[in-house]
């Protein structure tokens, strides 16, 4: 697209240039620990709390290791797996980074 073209931007209500919708969507926000430290594919956390598994009939523990966890869209979750539990979904402010 051209800098002259313009876009209608739904969040906002606008008619925008369409270089600065490409611009803001290209823009991830970061996915962060419950301490705040900046999480990466890969990385390897530790659960803060006790978390019961949905569907799973499983407790994990306090003091778990998670490892090769995978960042989704939503910054506040991450994908991982863990013994037996295939597509386990985590919140971020329930991790801390190891």
Not at 9 to 29: F, H, L, M
Request: hydrophobic fraction near 40%; aromatic fraction near 6%; charged fraction near 35%.
């Amino acid at each position: 697209m051209a800098d002259d073209d313009y876009v209608y931007d739904e969040a906002t209500g606008e008619w925008r240039p369409a270089s600065e919708v490409a611009a803001a969507a290209a823009a991830k926000p970061i996915a962060r620990d419950a301490s705040g430290t900046e999480l990466a594919d890969g990385d390897s956390v530790v659960l803060i709390k006790d978390l019961k598994v949905k569907g799973a009939g499983q407790t994990l523990k306090q003091g778990t290791v998670i490892r090769s966890i995978r960042l989704t869209d939503d910054p506040e979750e991450i994908d991982c797996r863990f013994d037996g539990i295939k597509g386990l979904v985590l919140r971020t402010e329930f991790v801390r980074k190891r």
